[in-house]
């Protein structure tokens, strides 16, 4: 098992582009969720799902889009990026809140 | 709302000697308690986790927790650090008529000395 992939590793946007952070699980979870940590304030969740075609917003959701279209995968959208926006982005999944989040290994974005 | 605190933003400590992390949480009903450790550059990891039933929890690499209803904490330990140790640590709640969500402290960023 791969467990939680994340592309790309690293990303410099000028304000404004767009892109998606690409994310998948091979681990059949039905959770799967998406955070920015920046220095001094932990994890803040942006968007998380239950499960494919469901999504909510978490703490912070400005400024980003999701979609669940297959249990696999769950991309992060940035519509218009911000300078507010640079951060490390994580993607978790899990089978339920009872049971551990698989992190994967993050993406640092930067945007200038 | 539920909410975490670590009051620690940095501990250092030497290599062998005792190390307690602090975590309070702030939550109506029985919290769902985790421990997770990030290594530089790296993912999250969970150490250990709190359901239910035995208050203290033993987790992976040596650590252990207590779960005290009465002080709203869920403090992690280790009897020796060893330098590998050095890592930052968070603590987080979750409530589970909210599936995924989990909250995060602002983590507790610990230094070895050998």
């Known amino acids: 098992n791969a467990g939680v992939t994340q592309t790309p590793k690293f990303q410099v946007l000028k304000t404004g582009q767009s892109m998606t952070l690409q994310c998948a699980q091979d681990m059949n979870h039905e959770y799967m969720s998406w955070y920015r940590q920046d220095p001094g304030m932990g994890l803040r969740l942006i968007h998380y799902?239950?499960?494919?075609?469901?999504?909510d917003q978490g703490e912070v959701p400005n400024g980003y889009n999701v979609s669940r279209s297959t249990t696999e995968d769950f991309p992060l959208r940035l519509l218009s990026a911000a300078p507010s926006q640079t951060s490390v982005y994580f993607c978790?999944?899990?089978?339920?809140?009872?049971?551990?989040?698989?992190f994967g290994p993050g993406t640092r974005l930067t945007v200038t | 709302a539920q909410s975490v605190t670590q009051p620690d933003i940095h501990i250092t400590v030497s290599e062998g000697a005792s190390l307690e992390l602090r975590c309070n949480y702030s939550?109506?009903?029985?919290?769902?308690l985790f421990w997770y450790v990030q290594s530089p550059g790296q993912g999250l990891q969970l150490l250990l986790k709190?359901?239910?039933?035995?208050?203290l929890v033993q987790g992976i690499k040596g650590f252990e927790a207590e779960f005290k209803r009465s002080q709203s904490s869920f403090n992690l330990r280790k009897p020796s650090v060893h330098w590998s140790d050095a890592a930052e640590y968070f603590c987080a709640v979750g409530q589970e008529t909210s599936g995924s969500r989990l909250t995060f402290g602002e983590g507790t960023q610990l230094t070895v000395n050998p």
């Open positions: 939550y109506g009903a029985t919290p769902y």
């Open positions: 799902s239950v499960g494919a075609g469901i999504t």
């Open positions: 709190y359901f239910s039933g035995d208050t």
């Open positions: 978790a999944s899990s089978m339920g809140l009872v049971n551990e989040q698989y």
